[in-house]
């Protein structure tokens, strides 16, 4: 079975940083898109950023320049450095990867529990 375990949230004064894991288990399955969502309190979720298993990565403009998506494939592990933290940046941040069953599976989504992000003085 398929599991996504974020941690590293947390409260942060503006301009600060956190990096937030998570650990994505589940023998027999590949990982192939991976990403960051978050959802503020009243308001929709939202795509954070994205990485394929190559290291390519995409984000979404607010967070550009600021926030850096990476997984480390050996142990299945995706990472959100996020630097010069902003207040509309307080969120639950969700993890969230399209898995293959493999060898020959198709693919579906799964979400982790999401870890709380507080940007605030």
């Known amino acids: 079975q398929v599991q996504l375990v974020e941690s590293g949230g947390g409260l942060v004064q503006p301009g600060g940083s956190l990096r937030l894991s998570c650990a994505a288990s589940?023998?027999?399955?590949?990982?192939?898109?991976m990403g960051w969502y978050r959802q503020a309190p009243g308001k929709e979720r939202e795509l954070v950023a994205q990485?394929?298993?190559?290291?390519?990565?995409t984000y979404t403009d607010s967070v550009k320049g600021r926030f850096h998506i990476s997984r480390d494939n050996t142990n299945n592990t995706l990472y959100l450095q996020m630097s010069v933290l902003k207040p509309e940046d307080t969120a639950v941040y969700y993890c969230n990867a399209d898995v293959s069953k493999l060898p020959y599976g198709p693919s579906y989504t799964c979400w982790g529990q999401g870890t709380q992000v507080t940007v605030s003085s």
């Open positions: 589940g023998g027999f399955f590949s990982f192939n898109v």
């Open positions: 990485i394929i298993s190559n290291g390519a990565s």
